[in-house]
């Protein structure tokens, strides 16, 4: 079946620097990728939904210049987290879709958890 | 805009016992319909979903769930729980036009077994 690679699995890191997260297609082209953030309990977080070639676009609330998304390929999306402060610390999902829902569907990769020191 | 609605926070059940957890939705017409289990720590795990055609819905791990038009219903049901169960459970909802696809999650229903 459709699997999405999702790396780093968890990261840590100090206060003001970029982490780079990255969502792979291992067996289909992900012709749209969701980016979502999700707190403890909670649901899931639409960040902000790309389409391979064209720019992100992001939710209402959502900086785009703090978390830069990139889906230059239909096998690879990156999520980089510039200048990281501790509020940036959650658990963040990517989900691949090559559309229309019904033919592959949605897959999940499977979450990195970030921890801003 | 769709919406989807699961009422249930939490559901504590003993294992062994049968499971029915709860989704609704608002939509003008069908929706794409699916239900995720998440394990802490992990991504999501499609268990079933909806587009069309019959309305009972058979999954993975022994679920089924059954879309049901006039209460604008998608309920997830397991005759017999396993300890393995718990985890949290999503039910999203997707407008079939559009071209956008974007899911809607609800806020997730806690499932707890007992031995």
């Known amino acids: 079946g459709a699997v999405v690679s999702q790396h780093p699995s968890w990261v840590i890191c100090k206060s003001g620097t970029s982490v780079k997260i990255e969502c792979r297609s291992l067996?289909?082209?992900?012709?749209?990728m969701f980016w979502y953030r999700q707190f403890p309990k909670q649901s899931l977080m639409l960040m902000a939904t790309s389409n391979e070639g064209s720019k992100a676009t992001y939710e209402q609330g959502v900086e785009k210049d703090k978390f830069l998304i990139n889906h230059a390929s239909l096998t690879l999306s990156t999520l980089t987290v510039t200048s990281a402060h501790p509020e940036d610390s959650s658990f963040y999902i990517c989900s691949a879709l090559n559309p229309p829902p019904h033919v592959v569907g949605y897959t999940f990769g499977s979450g990195t958890r970030l921890t801003v020191v | 805009a769709q919406s989807v609605t699961q009422p249930d926070i939490h559901i504590t059940v003993s294992e062994g016992a049968s499971l029915e957890l709860r989704c609704n939705y608002s939509?003008?017409?069908?929706?794409?319909l699916f239900w995720y289990v998440q394990s802490p720590g992990q991504g999501l795990q499609l268990l079933l979903k909806?587009?069309?055609?019959?309305?009972l819905v058979q999954g993975i791990k022994g679920f089924e769930a059954e879309f049901k038009r006039s209460q604008s219903s998608f309920n997830l049901r397991k005759p017999s729980v396993h300890w393995s169960d718990a985890a949290e459970y999503f039910c999203?909802?997707?407008?079939?036009?559009?071209?956008?696809?974007?899911?809607?999650f609800g806020r997730g229903t806690s499932l707890i077994v007992h031995p």
């Open positions: 909806y587009f069309s055609g019959d309305t």
């Open positions: 067996d289909f082209q992900a012709t749209t």
């Open positions: 939509y003008g017409a069908t929706p794409y």
């Open positions: 999203a909802v997707v407008a079939p036009t559009g071209g956008s696809y974007i899911p809607t």
